[in-house]
């Protein structure tokens, strides 16, 4: 209030405003502060380069944007462990992080991080200055892992068939459709990880974290391709499935024979 009236008073200054910046100062800083200059500039630096230049309102967060980038890896990883299952990786060969991240048009540093997880679970390893070999698995290896798989799981079944109700078992019949259902497809990787889900929520049952994350890591291990081995056929995948929904009738009967039997086949004969 007090500058407009000095400004009443004394209007023969037009001098001050032009040579001294700092002088005028007093009325500047106001209306400059108060235009949306700043604002809006950040937005557009975060959302042109992740997507193309199209509709934009200010009510639409940066935040997604954010989620999707830290969650490459991640979807890479699962592309390559679908990838493996599939048998588009084949085992031998040797995969370099960048040219695997042109196939997914990402760059080499999620690619090269998501194969060092594929390494612990024992699914590559690492070749120095050329990049990662796929793992050449045994009918031996394979064997080996269903034993463990055998050992592992068939005692907790036995003890939670005694003890888990009806409507509990029943529960999981969705799950055991689910692999049904990739199996008829014959979506070999579908089906090995709607497997993996079935074969997870039955052992959870059980309480035990550890429990589930070691049988999960044996499980996935089993799955890799072999060497030379046959052809994985529908059939075998639809026989494979079967046993998911005769398991579950046996827990909901009680049957502990028939669960203890039908689950060291299952594991003989896992695919």
């Not at 594929?118 to 796929?134: D, S, T």
């Not at 550890?210 to 059939?235: C, F, N, T």
Request: proline residues 11%; hydrophobic residues 40%; glycine residues 4%.
């Amino acid at each position: 209030m007090e500058q407009g009236r000095t400004r009443d008073t004394a209007p023969s200054h037009p001098v001050p405003p032009r040579p001294a910046t700092p002088h005028p100062t007093p009325s500047h800083p106001v209306p400059h502060r108060a235009p949306s200059h700043p604002a809006p500039e950040p937005h557009t630096d975060v959302r042109v380069p992740e997507q193309t230049r199209g509709e934009h309102t200010h009510s639409e967060p940066p935040a997604p944007r954010l989620v999707q980038r830290h969650s490459v890896r991640g979807q890479i990883l699962e592309a390559l462990r679908t990838a493996l299952v599939g048998g588009e990786l084949v085992p031998g060969e040797v995969y370099s992080a960048p040219a695997l991240g042109a196939r997914f048009g990402v760059s080499a540093t999620p690619v090269r991080e998501a194969m060092q997880q594929l390494a612990v679970e024992g699914a590559v390893e690492v070749v120095p200055n050329r990049g990662f070999r796929v793992t050449e698995r045994t009918p031996r290896e394979l064997a080996e892992l269903a034993e463990v798989r055998a050992l592992l799981e068939v005692p907790v079944m036995l003890r939670l068939a005694r003890t888990v109700p009806a409507e509990r078992w029943s529960e999981l019949r969705p799950l055991a459709e689910a692999t049904s259902a990739a199996a008829a497809r014959g979506d070999r990787a579908h089906y090995a990880e709607s497997d993996r889900a079935f074969h997870r929520a039955v052992l959870a049952l059980a309480g035990n974290e550890q429990l589930v994350a070691v049988a999960e890591d044996l499980h996935r291990r089993s799955q890799w391709p072999l060497v030379a081995g046959p052809a994985i056929r529908r059939a075998d995948l639809v026989a494979d499935a079967a046993e998911h929904s005769a398991l579950l009738d046996a827990l909901i009967a009680q049957d502990l024979p028939v669960v203890q039997s039908l689950a060291r086949e299952h594991f003989t004969s896992a695919k």
